[in-house]
């Protein structure tokens, strides 16, 4: 149960973000920020969630909007508890023929995003002496050709978070990365049929993740269930 718990998911306006803040209204959490730059689909997640989600346009790769979400969620809520860094971008292209603005817009999302949320909420939560950091890694970190740039900020997520959750067990704050494997979402959507056949074909599980099978690691990881459970790196992937 997250009761009491104040929650920021950034990206929440659909896929796993979405799903997962359903969770979290589920496990009785008492308020919710969800985050997307995309303003009307987080109007209608927080539609459909109730009173106690509070939707925040933010584009998390500009370090000026991430400060002014984090000034409006602390007026609205008073603190953070759980922050799950879960907005992320593909701009997919072979090494040889990938821009550099491809890469940037992939690393300024990806992995500065994470910066941002996580340095602008923490030293509330080291004064409060509670959290909980949850980020969106990928098993992609491993390696995925066309994404260098992708991969490259999904492995960069599991050094911060090793050497974050270092720094902060002793203020009660655990730091852990999920990493999905392929899940049904709108990110995925964009893989070509063909793609997406062979790795349905190559899942132990035969098909892929359902979000809200993401969505309830990061509620385990988000709850007092998980108060030992930090530095870590979980793929949820079917087993593959
Ligand atoms: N779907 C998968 O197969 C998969 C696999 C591994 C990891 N992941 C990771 O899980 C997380 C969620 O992915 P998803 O599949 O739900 O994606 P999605 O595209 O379905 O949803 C991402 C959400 O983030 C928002 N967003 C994107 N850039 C943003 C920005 N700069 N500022 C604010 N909001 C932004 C989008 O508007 C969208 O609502 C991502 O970090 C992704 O890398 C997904």
Redesign the pocket.
């Known amino acids: 149960m997250l009761s009491n718990k104040i929650a920021v998911i950034?990206?929440?306006?659909?896929?796993?973000?979405?799903?997962t803040a359903e969770i979290f209204v589920r496990e009785n959490i008492a308020g919710i920020a969800i985050?997307?730059?995309?303003y009307e689909?987080?109007c209608a997640t927080a539609e459909k969630l109730g009173p106690v989600a509070f939707p925040v346009k933010?584009?998390?790769?500009?370090a000026d909007?991430v400060q002014a979400a984090i000034d409006q969620i602390l007026a609205k809520f008073g603190r953070v508890d759980i922050l799950v860094?879960?907005?992320?971008?593909?701009r997919d292209a072979i090494f040889h023929k990938m821009t550099l603005e491809q890469w940037e817009q992939v690393i300024?999302?990806?992995l500065n995003?994470v910066f941002y949320w996580t340095h602008g909420l923490y030293k509330q939560m080291r004064d409060n002496e509670y959290g909980r950091i949850i980020n969106?890694?990928?098993?992609?970190a491993r390696g995925n050709p066309g994404q260098c740039n992708?991969s490259a900020?999904?492995a960069a997520l599991i050094g911060f978070t090793n050497t974050l959750a270092k720094e902060a067990g002793r203020k009660n704050i655990t730091v852990n990365c999920?990493?999905?494997?392929?899940?049904?979402?709108?990110?995925?959507?964009k893989?070509p049929e063909e793609v997406r056949q062979a790795m349905i074909a190559g899942n132990p599980m035969n098909r892929?993740?359902k979000?809200s099978e993401?969505g309830e690691v990061i509620a385990f990881l988000a709850s007092e269930r998980s108060s030992f459970l930090s530095g870590q790196w979980i793929p949820v992937n079917g087993g593959k």
């Open positions: 950034t990206g929440s306006g659909s896929g796993i973000g979405a799903a985050v997307d730059y995309n689909a987080a933010c584009d998390v790769s500009k909007q860094n879960n907005a992320g971008i593909t300024n999302t990806n995003g969106l890694s990928s098993t992609a992708y900020t999904k999920v990493a999905p494997g392929a899940t049904w979402t709108d990110m995925y959507s893989v892929l993740g979000p993401i």
